[in-house]
Nanobody
Framework: QVQLAESGGGLVQAGGSLRLSCAASQRTFSSYILGWFRQAPGKEREFVAAINWGASNEYYADSVKGRFTISRDNAKSTVWLQMNSLKPEDTAVYYC???????????????????WGQGTQVTVSS
């Protein structure tokens, strides 16, 4: 069972930056695809970014491309989401997720991710 724990959320002004972290409990972390999703009030959970096991492939939602960067350190069992140039529409609960059935092919569907963190709130004020 993989346990994921996010941290780093908070309140920031528009144009500011935040860095989210997600620590995993298992040593086999390095073989998973890891992703970040977010859910705003009244909206469905949506894909933000994902990275494959060797960090050779990253994929971003169009809404965050060029502003957010996903990275991972398998030795530390940690994945990060660097968020720059934040906008009020980025306000949401951000979730870390693991797709433990795949190592290479990134999916943007919530159904493909079988382990989830508890989420961390990001609020961007205008």
């Amino acid at each position: 069972q993989v346990q994921l724990a996010e941290s780093g959320g908070g309140l920031v002004q528009a144009g500011g930056s935040l860095r989210l972290s997600c620590a995993a409990s298992q040593r086999t972390f390095s073989s998973y695809i890891l992703g970040w999703f977010r859910q705003a009030p009244g909206k469905e959970r949506e894909f933000v970014a994902a990275i494959n096991w060797g960090a050779s492939n990253e994929y971003y939602a169009d809404s965050v491309k060029g502003r957010f960067t996903i990275s991972r350190d398998n030795a530390k069992s940690t994945v990060w989401l660097q968020m720059n140039s934040l906008k009020p529409e980025d306000t949401a609960v951000y979730y870390c997720a693991a797709d433990t059935r795949r190592s290479w092919a990134i999916s943007t569907s919530t159904y493909e991710y079988d382990h989830w963190g508890q989420g961390t709130q990001v609020t961007v004020s205008s």
